[in-house]
């Protein structure tokens, strides 16, 4: 990026944000008063960002006191989607001050005293900036996945985390890992149902995103609202969006890969960016498990999402419409339907899904302000750390067309710098 406040501004607005911050007891956050719950602020209005904030508010008892966007319709669509989201709790809507657009928009509204709680659901470029920014400020944080894009920017994210212990509550956006059936299936997985896993299959297929470019916007405008469809801004599709299949594996095998091969390209894709179509990744543990990894975001006529595991004693399915079960020696079944998708376009591009994952995001979302109310702080970030480089291994190996390790890739430069100048929004 181009253009960036300079690191005294930043400091001096992130200090001032910390000294105004403080911790609500439990009793006042969920008193009968509307302004007593824990203030949110949200970065970034679009889809996602909606629908996680909307749903800290609705299932969790959040209220959202503060947005910003870089676009300024995106700002007006965010008031009025969660304006209604605090009518819905009694709460007031938001103040009009505290609506920001531009470039500093981020840095204003962490500035906010009303705010205790950030939800950082921007491009994923930008998410260790601006989770850097809320930390650095004290505030509690929620951020989208991938914690970042690059090497370079992961690091960011992890120092930023361990900046946060003891100070404020860290979350990181694999809501999977709070689904009921999957969280069960971990459980029967470590006693033992399935024997010494062996061998994993996985896959995430997907439609192409159909995005919004315009004849009359900028390059830049463009390449940040359909963002999904560039390398440098979402990391690729398999670091944006595969990178949840690889999170369950990493938690399932309680480890990350040590290495990884890959191919993929970008045939059958005709937009404006450079995002591949389709990956194939095999993933090395050091348990000596290998994870076969498969990626399409291409046909919109079909999509599915699903890790097997195959063990000495069984196989355990894990689907995110379609089942979660085990089958083998000792049987077990979740009760999640098998009956199939039946999320639209739009539900799945919200992050919004039925069946297996139907309590995920609101489990992860009373997970995340129970830490702040109850005093029990939380941090995700090695987690989100490990599995964004997990990624980003996989990505490596088909970029580069070799076996590439993790230490390899952790000790290398890789680094996108999008040439972005943010000030044109500021106008």
Known sequence: MSRQPDRRTFLKSAAAASAAFTILRPEIVFGTAANSSVGLGVIGCGNRGTNVGSGLVTNAGARVTALADLMRDKLADGQKNFNQANRGKGYAEISPKNLFSGSEAYLRLIECKDVDAVLVTTPAVFHPLHMEAAVEAGKHTYCEKPVGVDVKGVNRFLRAADRANGRCSLAVGFQIRHATPYVELRQKINEGLIGDIVSV???????????????????????????????????????????????????????????????????????????????????????????????????????????????????????????????????????????????????????????????????????????????????????GADTAMSAILGRTAAYWGRRVTWDEVAASDDCFEPALDLRQFDK
């Open 201 to 383: 299959q996985a896959y995430y297929f997907s439609g192409e995103p159909e995005l919004d470019w315009r004849a009359d916007r900028s390059w830049d405008e463009n390449r940040l609202r359909c963002w999904f469809w560039f390398r440098d801004l979402s990391g690729d599709i398999l670091v944006e969006q595969g990178i949840h299949v690889v999170d369950i594996c990493n938690w399932i095998l309680g480890q990350h890969p040590v290495a990884a091969s890959g191919v993929g390209g970008r045939a059958g894709r005709d937009d404006k960016g450079d995002a591949w179509s389709h990956y194939q990744v095999n993933f090395e543990y050091p348990c000596g498990a290998h994870v076969n990894f498969h990626s399409t975001q291409l046909d919109p006529a079909y999509g599915d999402v699903a890790e097997k595991f195959f063990g000495t004693k069984g196989i355990a399915e894990a689907h995110y419409s379609g089942g979660v079960f085990i089958k083998g020696a000792q049987e077990w079944d979740s009760g999640a339907s098998r009956g199939g998708a039946t999320e639209s376009a739009q539900d799945k591009a919200a992050g919004r899904f039925t069946s297996a994952l139907e309590d995920a995001d609101p489990n992860k979302q009373k997970a995340f302000i129970g830490s702040i109310t109850s005093g029990k702080l939380i941090n995700e970030g090695q987690a």
